[in-house]
């Protein structure tokens, strides 16, 4: 079987290679995590197709570069329309893939999707400007050209978002690309191949193989030719993708976990702190920007509490597609056991569960109940690893120093939520963080302009307007002299 229908949708299962869909000797089973139900079997691509990716993309390289930012932008912004006249299809699928809210595909992701391909086309055509400065007469003229093939590889969290934060400033920048997306999503990748082809994008500008991480991703980010690779996902496979990279020295960009803080302070306003603390459960916990160790000052610890259980009682859990639910499934049954193996653990260190704490009963399958932990041992598992599921820690402070001391005191530095009523408090606290972005009194306000990336083991580089291109683009500075013209 070659194409399955995903919500009334056709999806092809095989790898989309120079244009053409190439089927694998072997497949695997992906399952929606909102039943367990069987939604197809998937090409499952080793070294072989790899290699074949990777020729297509490196013979595509020449003519894809030459059409330059405003050729290469005229398509672009056709697929940009193809995403956005298929946002419902889209947002169906991706939801029964990985169990994220169809409410939120359909107004905020896929939009977003759309945005990230247009924006990136636009970026390159208006705002790299070719810069040019002056050194005594010498002219300098900075220019960002296409490098070769981007290497790709994506996780399972926000699957179509994340693979096109990084596709639409490679394809813009002049790369072509080979994904990789994870083995437990990988259907709206294939949707989004087609809407490539109808496009109009090249055969081999843009190809995506399916399959696992060590099995497909190994052989990718090891390949001699190609010339970037981005990746997102865990810090142990960043490892691994670190010591692929450096036999052939590829420039990689990693945007890793977090543990991140969302501090609580004394003149904070407690409603907006308890609100932006349930907001945490977003995508049942598996967004790597979580605020999910919550750090309260001890004197409005009580009253935060108490308006967090307020708001956290009126989350509605079930299935994603229901307009109603807030929290929908975890990803898969492994991720699943992943989680429970961490609450299991704390319980039996005594760590005090004040809400949730267990799977949802009711619903069983892969619905874990909101968890929240209060006052867990200093320095113990739940409050320095990333767990990635809907589960939060509380935990007090008594002094700005302390805070700042709690705050940075993991090996992360992704994001930081800082919850304040005044603001010169506020700017004291953000300087002395270490994270990529810090939301005051905010939470998830994201600009594609704006740096993106993690500190300390939360990623290496940033993305996000100019940044996107000097890590995809191979940046070159040309010296013109005074001297030596004939003309
Ligand atoms: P998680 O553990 O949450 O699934 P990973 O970091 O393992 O997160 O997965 C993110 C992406 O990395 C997925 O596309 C996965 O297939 C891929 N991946 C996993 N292992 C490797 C590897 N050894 N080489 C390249 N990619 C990998």
Excluded at 82 to 98: F, G, K, R, Y
């Amino acid at each position: 079987m070659t194409t399955i229908d995903v919500a009334g949708v056709r999806v092809d299962t095989r790898h989309y290679i120079n244009g053409q869909r190439v089927a694998s000797a072997e497949t695997y089973t992906n399952t929606s995590p909102i039943d367990g139900s069987f939604l197809g079997e998937i090409a499952r691509g080793g070294a072989t197709e790899v290699n074949l990716a990777v020729d297509a993309a490196r013979a595509a390289f020449p003519a894809w570069a030459a059409l330059g930012p405003r050729g290469r932008g005229e398509l672009l912004q056709t697929l940009a329309e193809l995403v956005e006249a298929n946002i419902e299809p889209l947002s169906q699928i991706e939801t029964l893939d990985n169990g994220a809210l169809l409410r939120s595909h359909r107004r905020g992701v896929m939009p977003r999707v759309a945005m990230n391909i247009r924006f990136f086309a636009e970026w390159a055509m208006n705002e790299l400007h070719h810069e040019v400065f002056d050194t005594r007469g010498h002219s300098n003229h900075v220019s960002w050209d296409p490098s070769g093939v981007a290497a790709l590889i994506t996780p399972w969290n926000a699957p179509l978002m994340l693979a096109t934060w990084k596709i639409g400033p490679a394809l813009a920048a002049g790369d072509t690309v080979v994904l990789k997306p994870a083995e437990w999503t990988p259907l709206t990748a294939s949707y989004f191949a087609d809407l490539t082809r109808e496009a109009g994008i090249p055969d081999g500008v843009f190809n995506v193989v399916f399959g696992y991480g060590a099995e497909a991703g190994g052989p990718l980010t090891a390949h001699p030719g190609i010339s970037r690779i981005s990746f997102t996902g865990s810090v142990p496979t960043a490892k691994v993708i670190a010591h692929a990279a450096a036999d052939n020295l590829t420039p990689v960009s990693f945007e890793l976990g977090g543990k991140s803080p969302l501090l609580v302070f004394e003149d904070a306003d407690i409603e907006l702190a308890a609100s932006l603390a349930v907001e945490q459960y977003d995508n049942a916990g598996q967004v790597c920007l979580s605020g999910t160790r919550i750090l309260v000052h001890e004197a409005v610890a009580d009253a935060f509490a108490a308006a967090f259980a307020s708001k956290a009682a009126v989350l509605v859990q079930g299935d994603p597609r229901e307009e109603t639910t807030d929290i929908g499934p975890q990803v898969h049954s492994t991720h699943f056991a992943r989680i429970q193996g961490f609450v299991d653990r704390a319980k039996a260190e005594g760590a005090q569960f004040v809400w949730g704490g267990e799977p949802n009963r009711e619903l069983g399958g892969l619905y874990f109940t909101p968890t929240l932990v209060r006052d867990p041992e200093p320095g113990s598992e739940i409050v320095t690893a990333e767990i990635f599921g809907p589960v939060l820690c509380m935990q007090t402070f008594s002094s700005d120093a302390e805070a700042v001391a709690m705050a940075n005191g993991t090996e992360f530095g992704l994001a930081a939520v800082v919850v304040s009523g005044n603001r010169s408090h506020a700017e004291r606290i953000t300087a002395e963080l270490v994270a990529g972005t810090i939301w005051v009194n905010c939470f998830f306000v994201r600009d594609l302009r704006a740096p993106f990336g993690g500190s300390k083991k939360s990623g290496i580089g940033r993305e996000g307007g100019t940044w996107s291109f000097d890590f995809y683009a191979d940046v070159k500075n040309t010296v013109f002299s005074p001297n030596g013209w004939k003309e």
